[in-house]
Nanobody, 122 residues
Framework: QVQLVESGGGLVQAGGSLRLSCAASGRSFSSYVMGWFRQVPGKEREFVASIGRSGGIAYYGDFVKGRFTISRDNAQNTVALQMNNLLPEDTAVYYC???????????????WGQGTQVTVSS
């Protein structure tokens, strides 16, 4: 069992930056692929980024285009998402998730946080 708690969301102007953090509790954090997803009302949850167990591999959604960076610290059981050059269309609830295997599908992920709201004003 893994519990995930996100933090760092908030209101930011377009072009600004936010850093989301996710703290994991439970066992064997380093055995999970960690991911970030986002969702707006009425739409499906969308893949943002994922990172491999050792942090050596990362994947990003097509819309990221070099603006976001995912990282993890296995000693601290945390995963972060640095978001730069934010756009109004990045407004969503952002979720942290853990997967035993897989990378970018919501069905790959076994555990989810409660989400943190990111709002980007124009």
């Amino acid at each position: 069992q893994v519990q995930l708690v996100e933090s760092g969301g908030g209101l930011v102007q377009a072009g600004g930056s936010l850093r989301l953090s996710c703290a994991a509790s439970g066992r064997s954090f380093s055995s999970y692929v960690m991911g970030w997803f986002r969702q707006v009302p009425g739409k499906e949850r969308e893949f943002v980024a994922s990172i491999g167990r050792s942090g050596g591999i990362a994947y990003y959604g097509d819309f990221v285009k070099g603006r976001f960076t995912i990282s993890r610290d296995n000693a601290q059981n945390t995963v972060a998402l640095q978001m730069n050059n934010l756009l109004p269309e990045d407004t969503a609830v952002y979720y942290c998730a853990a997967a035993r295997r897989g990378w970018s599908r919501t069905t790959d992920y076994d555990y989810w946080g409660q989400g943190t709201q990111v709002t980007v004003s124009s």
